[in-house]
């Protein structure tokens, strides 16, 4: 019994079946064709069948977290040299005022006073505190005077 309908199952020939030109392609059946630059001439292109190119390699996930703006490790060691420096002229500016008013008393009574202020200093007394204090005043046509 076949498929055909009743009307055409006369033509046909038992256990015969249906057949097609073999000149049909179907869509899905041919290799497509892709255009490459000419190796000789990049200004041109080439058709390569699909098949015949390899396969390129998928590039790594690039990092795109923002960067610091400026680097952590410079930080750190710019603080650093800042606070240092910024401790060394603390230090060096007490000292050389206290030294001032030292070196303005003389030769023997230095040295009675350098022993004096070292022992105040073991004793865990305050230490010696030097305060300068200036005022200038500008008046009119240049004249100027300082009060110390």
Not at 14 to 43: A, C, F, K, M, N
Not at 63 to 80: E, N, S
């Amino acid at each position: 019994m076949s498929a055909l309908p009743e009307r055409y199952q006369r033509y046909a020939q038992p256990g015969q079946r249906p057949t097609y030109p073999s000149d049909i392609e179907l869509h899905d059946d041919r290799d497509p064709i892709v255009l490459v630059p000419d190796p000789y001439d990049p200004s041109k292109n080439v058709a390569v069948r699909r098949s015949q190119l390899q396969p390129t390699a998928r590039p790594e996930p690039r990092d795109l977290t923002p960067q610091p703006l400026f680097d952590p490790i410079a930080q750190r060691l710019a603080g650093a040299g800042i606070g240092a420096g910024t401790a060394g002229a603390g230090v060096g500016w007490g000292i050389g005022q206290a030294a001032a008013g030292i070196a303005t008393i003389g030769g023997t009574t230095a040295v009675v006073m350098m022993l004096a202020l070292w022992l105040l200093a073991r004793a865990g007394r305050p230490s010696v505190q030097v305060r300068q204090e200036v005022h200038n005043h500008a008046s009119w046509f240049g004249r100027n005077t300082t009060n110390l």
